[in-house]
Antibody, heavy 120, light 107 residues
Framework: EVHLEEFGGGLVQAGGSLRLSCVAS????????MHWVRQAPGKGLEYVSA????????YYGNSVRGRFTISRDNSKNTLYLQMGSLRAEDMAVYYC?????????????WGQGTLVTVSS | DIQMTQSPSSLSASVGDRVTITCRAS??????LNWYQQKPGKAPKLLIY???SLQSGVPSRFSGSGSGTAFTLTISSLQPDDFATYYC?????????FGQGTKLEIK
């Protein structure tokens, strides 16, 4: 069974840093592109970042580019999101999600999310 | 970035109703359009991919259509479990932008 579980959320001061992890199980992690999506309290879904299967290509949403870094360790079945220069508007539940291997590109499995709270 | 616009933003309906939600892209995305359902406190769940393909395990009362810039999600006969927020997302390119969501509430 495919399972994704996020770790690392918590309370951080504005301007600080935090690293999120997403541990994958139940599938061959190294074959899949992975994404981070966030949701601010009471708001909609916002695309954050993505990484291809081997870490060779990464993508970022405009609001986090230059401050966040996505990476992966396929030997540990783990996806990461290093977040820096955190702002109040970064406060959200962060979800990791798996992208299907077909060209259609949908996100078929999601973790339960981890909450990042930024204090000013 | 491709902008995705859903309408309506919220919708009140009754059990048994037929409901349609619209999603428009700011440029053509062929059929690279996905629909997700989200309930409070839960992760999004994939319903429809490639505009009209039903994800495994999703009830057949859900259907999707469209291509290019205009898409619809239809629920043929609302069930109590369907009251949730629905999001469209384009997977034509990155960033894979989402619509703002449509909250479906019980009338």
């Amino acid at each position: 069974e495919v399972h994704l579980e996020e770790f690392g959320g918590g309370l951080v001061q504005a301007g600080g840093s935090l690293r999120l992890s997403c541990v994958a199980s139940g599938f061959i992690f190294s074959r899949y592109a992975m994404h981070w999506v966030r949701q601010a309290p009471g708001k909609g879904l916002e695309y954050v970042s993505a990484i291809n299967f081997n870490g060779g290509r990464t993508y970022y949403g405009n609001s986090v580019r230059g401050r966040f870094t996505i990476s992966r360790d396929n030997s540990k079945n783990t996806l990461y999101l290093q977040m820096g220069s955190l702002r109040a508007e970064d406060m959200a539940v962060y979800y990791c999600a798996r992208e299907v291997r077909t060209v259609s590109g949908e996100l078929d499995y999601w973790g339960q999310g981890t909450l990042v709270t930024v204090s000013s | 970035d491709i902008q995705m616009t859903q309408s309506p933003s919220s919708l009140s309906a009754s059990v048994g109703d037929r409901v349609t939600i619209t999603c428009r892209a700011s440029q053509s995305i062929d059929s690279y359009l996905n629909w997700y359902q989200q309930k409070p406190g839960k992760a999004p769940k994939l319903l429809i991919y490639a505009a009209s393909s039903l994800q495994s395990g999703v009830p057949s009362r859900f259907s999707g259509s469209g291509s290019g810039t205009a898409f619809t999600l239809t629920i043929s006969s609302l069930q109590p479990d369907d009251f949730a927020t629905y999001y469209c997302q384009q997977s034509y390119n990155v960033p894979r932008t989402f619509g703002q969501g449509t909250k479906l509430e019980i009338k």
